[in-house]
């Protein structure tokens, strides 16, 4: 369950009965007495911190519980809500949601309210649980939620009565349920990517809401300073849905719950709430993937099912691009790649390509084939930034800004979440089972390890890149255009591109994510994390076997058609295969189906000869050495003598050596990537202990891969100043030296 804490916030629009009386009563006095003001402001707002582990930190004598009890010493009109639980013996427990507070009179903690629960408090994700238990606690007419992240400012709450009074207002035939209002995001100066996340976020708070609000009134909670009204949401299911993985994006289904229910919702920009955004690459890719797996929910949902029913058309057009559509078109554009490159490289193996641009009565076909095609890959995402910008700032800033983003890689970052998002969407689409991804929202100057940015990204980014890139140089050697180096790049550049920025984007965004020292240390310890045998209670970060296993997670969860259209996806590296082993000399040009099929024969002696060697090694390496290196020599006497016979009785040719490599590598990992569906199965056999183990070859394989131009950059003299200076501010790259001299002296008195 989430440690972190949400603040709520609650506003009486007009003075109670209680209060009322005892301003009468002590008028004469208190008029007079310094801070009538401060208990006015007392008796107007009331904060409540909504902690669920407030009370198992106090009983662990935790020194956040003790931060906790500072702040309420220190600011009287706060209370704590925590779930508290009592042991009634014979392992029976009781529940129950606890308010507190700090008395100055008694200089000690005392309990307001005590409600007791049917059960644990466990139903569904930290933060809605936290918002809908403390919802209980709170007074007033009107209910703020504000995320421990976010901050205010006092000139902005000096704005709170107008904002309330917008509940009296009419948009349109009804009063307003939940007052949109902006945010500030202040950590844009911390670094390139807490900037571009920063621009991003300001398009989508204030261009992107206004809109929605009006003229569109498709707009939904999306911030947590929105400002709710209580009565109209305590009777109608609270503020946020806690169920699990359905709802994971608990914020914006209050919104589906107010509209479906005949709410209103309305932004207004006149007021704004600070907030502090990810700065780092790993947060901002799990934030990502966070809300992508909730959109992808999102899709599956009822709500947005009803929604789609009884919306009229235009405002139905207007919220499925707003939510849903939004990942669904990046998801399309992504596989719009795919659909292009795997096209192109089967008209080039097949001969299709070569055969119309030779006929002179193909020439339409051929000037088609020769078209340049660029796909926008996350350079006009940032538009919307542009048009905001151009409105708050300016045009030539605007536009300058932009330009300074573009030499900042801007498109790299972009280009790195259009991937995120749409494998996270994609996934959950075809298998469900989306989770809550814990961000941590520290300052991030840390450099990051290559294993860890491995486990990542490998899955979401890595392996899709290699796989495009593979393609890419398969049809640049088969292609008849390929040939013309120019009419080439015009048509792959965009590819190159979206190849380079997946693989590269994790270390250029990472402190000394170029530092040649640093470089080989990642390397041993990706090689060490990647063979660590540890037991059953080894984690992720500890053990490959573990985080592979982790990996196959929503395999195991999703239904019979997730499962077949896994399979369906992973035949295209079959018909990769089918498309090279006719361009092998050996073939002599035969064309006949045979040909396939005796291909299967190379695939079935290598993997014979693996899991041969697989087994000497386990068996023989520790002990008995000697057979082991017999085994090993016995192999390479056995490939000379098939390659010798193969070059004396067939057309059989050095290079096709290399070629057949390019084919049977993609079939593998495909028969690998069918081997995990069927993992039930194959589990209860011998067989599976040699999946885990080609399984580790083929990670071990795209490990070393895409470490290649990470370590030649980190060897250019340098590079490392370069990125630093433009990817970080001054008082960042200052931070970062300080940071790389500590642990420079760290590691010395270590050794």
């Given at each position: 369950?989430?440690a972190?804490?949400?603040?709520s916030e609650?506003?009486?629009s007009?003075r109670?009965?209680?209060?009322?009386?005892?301003?009468r009563?002590?008028?004469?006095?208190?008029l007079?007495?310094?801070?009538?003001?401060y208990?006015?402001?007392?008796?107007?707002?009331t904060y409540?911190?909504?902690c669920?582990?407030?009370?198992?930190?106090?009983?662990r004598?935790?020194?956040?519980?003790?931060e906790?009890?500072?702040?309420?010493?220190?600011?009287?009109?706060?209370?704590?809500?925590?779930?508290?639980?009592?042991s009634?013996?014979?392992?029976?427990?009781?529940y129950?949601?606890?308010?507190?507070?700090?008395d100055?009179?008694?200089?000690?903690e005392?309990?307001?309210?005590?409600?007791?629960?049917?059960?644990?408090l466990?139903?569904g994700?930290?933060?809605?649980?936290?918002?809908?238990?403390?919802?209980?606690?709170?007074?007033?007419d009107?209910?703020?939620?504000?995320?421990?992240?976010?901050?205010?400012?006092?000139?902005?709450?000096?704005?709170?009565?107008?904002?309330?009074?917008?509940?009296?207002?009419?948009?349109?035939a009804?009063?307003?349920?939940?007052?949109?209002?902006?945010?500030?995001?202040?950590t844009?100066?911390?670094?390139?990517?807490?900037?571009?996340?920063?621009?991003?976020?300001?398009?989508?708070?204030?261009?992107?809401?206004?809109?929605?609000?009006?003229?569109?009134?498709?707009?939904?909670?999306?911030g947590?300073?929105d400002?709710?009204?209580?009565f109209?949401?305590?009777?109608?299911?609270?503020?946020?849905k806690a169920?699990?993985?359905?709802?994971?994006?608990?914020?914006?289904?209050?919104?589906?719950?107010?509209?479906?229910?005949?709410?209103n919702?309305?932004?207004?920009e006149?007021?704004?709430?600070?907030?502090?955004?990810?700065?780092?690459?790993?947060?901002?890719?799990?934030?990502?993937?966070?809300?992508?797996?909730?959109?992808?929910e999102?899709?599956?949902?009822?709500?947005?099912?009803?929604?789609?029913?009884?919306?009229?058309?235009?405002?139905?057009?207007?919220?499925?691009?707003?939510?849903?559509?939004?990942?669904?078109?990046?998801m399309?554009v992504?596989?719009?790649?795919?659909?292009?490159?795997?096209?192109?490289?089967?008209?080039?193996?097949?001969?299709?390509?070569?055969?119309?641009?030779?006929?002179d009565?193909?020439?339409?076909?051929?000037?088609?084939?020769?078209?340049?095609?660029i796909?926008?890959?996350?350079?006009?995402?940032a538009?919307?930034?542009?048009v905001?910008?151009?409105?708050e700032?300016g045009?030539?800033?605007?536009?300058?800004?932009?330009?300074?983003?573009?030499l900042?890689l801007?498109?790299?970052?972009?280009?790195?979440?259009?991937?995120?998002?749409?494998?996270?969407?994609?996934?959950?689409?075809?298998?469900?089972?989306?989770?809550?991804?814990?961000?941590g929202?520290?300052?991030?100057?840390?450099?990051?390890s290559?294993?860890?940015n491995?486990?990542?990204?490998?899955?979401s980014?890595?392996?899709?890149?290699?796989?495009l890139?593979?393609?890419?140089?398969?049809?640049?050697?088969?292609?008849?255009?390929?040939?013309?180096?120019?009419?080439?790049?015009?048509?792959?550049?965009?590819?190159?591109?979206?190849?380079?920025?997946w693989?590269?984007?994790?270390?250029v965004?990472?402190p000394?994510?170029?530092?040649?020292?640093?470089?080989v240390?990642?390397?041993?310890?990706?090689?060490?994390?990647?063979?660590?045998?540890?037991?059953?209670?080894?984690?992720?970060e500890?053990?490959?076997?573990r985080?592979?296993y982790?990996?196959q997670?929503?395999?195991?969860?999703?239904?019979?058609?997730g499962?077949?259209?896994?399979?369906?996806?992973?035949?295209?590296f079959?018909?990769?295969?089918?498309?090279i082993?006719?361009?092998?000399?050996i073939?002599a040009?035969?064309t006949?189906?045979?040909?396939?099929?005796?291909?299967?024969?190379?695939?079935?002696?290598?993997?014979?000869?693996?899991v041969?060697?697989?087994?000497a090694?386990?068996?023989?390496?520790?002990?008995?050495?000697i057979?082991?290196?017999?085994?090993?020599?016995?192999?390479i006497?056995?490939?000379?003598?098939?390659?010798?016979?193969?070059?004396?009785?067939?057309?059989?040719?050095?290079i096709?050596?290399?070629?057949?490599?390019?084919?049977?590598?993609?079939?593998?990992?495909?028969?690998?990537?069918?081997?995990q569906?069927?993992?039930?199965?194959?589990?209860?056999?011998i067989?599976?202990?040699?999946?885990?183990?080609?399984?580790?070859?083929?990670?071990i394989?795209?490990?070393?891969?895409?470490?290649?131009p990470m370590?030649?950059?980190?060897?250019?003299?340098g590079?490392?100043?370069?990125?630093?200076?433009?990817?970080?501010?001054?008082?960042f790259?200052?931070?970062?030296?300080?940071f790389?001299?500590?642990?420079?002296?760290k590691?010395?008195?270590?050794?």
């Amino acid at each position: 369950m989430r440690a972190e804490e949400s603040l709520s916030e609650s506003f009486n629009s007009e003075r109670s009965p209680s209060a009322r009386s005892l301003s009468r009563t002590n008028s004469s006095v208190s008029l007079l007495f310094k801070g009538h003001e401060y208990g006015t402001a007392l008796m107007k707002f009331t904060y409540v911190v909504a902690c669920q582990i407030y009370g198992t930190q106090k009983a662990r004598k935790d020194p956040n519980a003790e931060e906790i009890l500072y702040l309420m010493k220190t600011n009287e009109a706060l209370r704590v809500a925590y779930v508290d639980e009592v042991s009634t013996g014979r392992d029976g427990k009781e529940y129950y949601s606890v308010l507190v507070k700090f008395d100055q009179q008694l200089n000690k903690e005392v309990e307001i309210f005590r409600v007791k629960l049917p059960g644990p408090l466990k139903l569904g994700e930290g933060k809605p649980e936290n918002q809908n238990h403390a919802m209980i606690f709170t007074r007033g007419d009107a209910v703020q939620t504000i995320d421990m992240n976010q901050d205010n400012y006092f000139e902005e709450a000096l704005k709170i009565r107008n904002l309330l009074e917008e509940f009296r207002r009419y948009y349109g035939a009804r009063k307003p349920t939940i007052l949109g209002v902006r945010e500030h995001v202040f950590t844009g100066s911390v670094s390139s990517l807490a900037w571009f996340m920063s621009a991003q976020e300001t398009s989508f708070v204030t261009l992107g809401q206004r809109v929605l609000a009006n003229p569109l009134k498709v707009r939904m909670h999306y911030g947590h300073p929105d400002v709710f009204d209580r009565f109209w949401f305590l009777t109608r299911g609270g503020i946020s849905k806690a169920s699990r993985v359905i709802n994971i994006s608990e914020d914006i289904f209050a919104g589906f719950n107010c509209t479906l229910r005949g709410g209103n919702v309305t932004h207004h920009e006149y007021i704004q709430v600070g907030k502090g955004r990810d700065v780092g690459l790993n947060q901002i890719s799990m934030f990502e993937a966070k809300v992508a797996s909730g959109n992808g929910e999102q899709v599956l949902s009822r709500d947005v099912y009803r929604l789609g029913h009884r919306l009229d058309f235009f405002r139905m057009l207007s919220f499925f691009y707003t939510t849903v559509g939004f990942f669904f078109n990046t998801m399309l554009v992504i596989l719009t790649v795919y659909a292009f490159l795997w096209s192109r490289l089967y008209l080039a193996l097949s001969g299709v390509e070569g055969s119309a641009l030779a006929q002179d009565s193909n020439k339409a076909l051929g000037t088609i084939l020769n078209q340049q095609f660029i796909i926008q890959l996350g350079i006009f995402t940032a538009l919307p930034m542009i048009v905001e910008n151009s409105l708050e700032q300016g045009f030539l800033q605007a536009i300058w800004d932009f330009l300074t983003m573009q030499l900042q890689l801007s498109s790299v970052f972009y280009t790195f979440s259009m991937g995120t998002r749409t494998h996270f969407f994609g996934r959950t689409i075809l298998h469900g089972g989306a989770k809550y991804r814990a961000t941590g929202r520290g300052f991030v100057v840390q450099h990051k390890s290559f294993a860890e940015n491995y486990r990542l990204y490998a899955r979401s980014h890595f392996v899709k890149a290699v796989e495009l890139g593979l393609i890419l140089i398969v049809y640049a050697t088969h292609s008849a255009v390929a040939k013309d180096t120019l009419v080439y790049i015009a048509l792959t550049i965009t590819s190159w591109f979206l190849v380079m920025s997946w693989i590269l984007a994790p270390f250029v965004f990472n402190p000394s994510g170029f530092d040649w020292l640093k470089t080989v240390d990642d390397f041993d310890d990706f090689m060490n994390w990647i063979w660590f045998r540890g037991s059953v209670f080894a984690k992720a970060e500890q053990s490959w076997e573990r985080w592979w296993y982790e990996e196959q997670e929503h395999l195991r969860t999703t239904g019979i058609w997730g499962k077949i259209m896994e399979i369906i996806l992973d035949l295209r590296f079959f018909f990769f295969q089918y498309g090279i082993v006719y361009q092998l000399d050996i073939t002599a040009g035969s064309t006949s189906i045979a040909v396939y099929g005796l291909s299967w024969i190379y695939v079935l002696v290598a993997f014979g000869i693996y899991v041969v060697v697989a087994y000497a090694r386990d068996k023989y390496a520790a002990k008995e050495h000697i057979y082991y290196r017999l085994v090993q020599f016995l192999v390479i006497i056995l490939a000379i003598l098939v390659i010798i016979a193969l070059l004396k009785f067939t057309n059989f040719n050095f290079i096709d050596i290399f070629t057949s490599m390019l084919a049977f590598v993609p079939t593998g990992w495909g028969l690998l990537l069918i081997a995990q569906v069927f993992r039930p199965l194959l589990q209860k056999t011998i067989f599976w202990n040699v999946v885990v183990s080609v399984a580790r070859m083929y990670d071990i394989l795209f490990g070393v891969t895409i470490m290649i131009p990470m370590a030649v950059l980190s060897w250019l003299p340098g590079f490392q100043s370069m990125q630093t200076r433009i990817l970080f501010n001054e008082a960042f790259s200052r931070g970062l030296r300080i940071f790389q001299i500590v642990t420079g002296k760290k590691s010395k008195t270590d050794v």
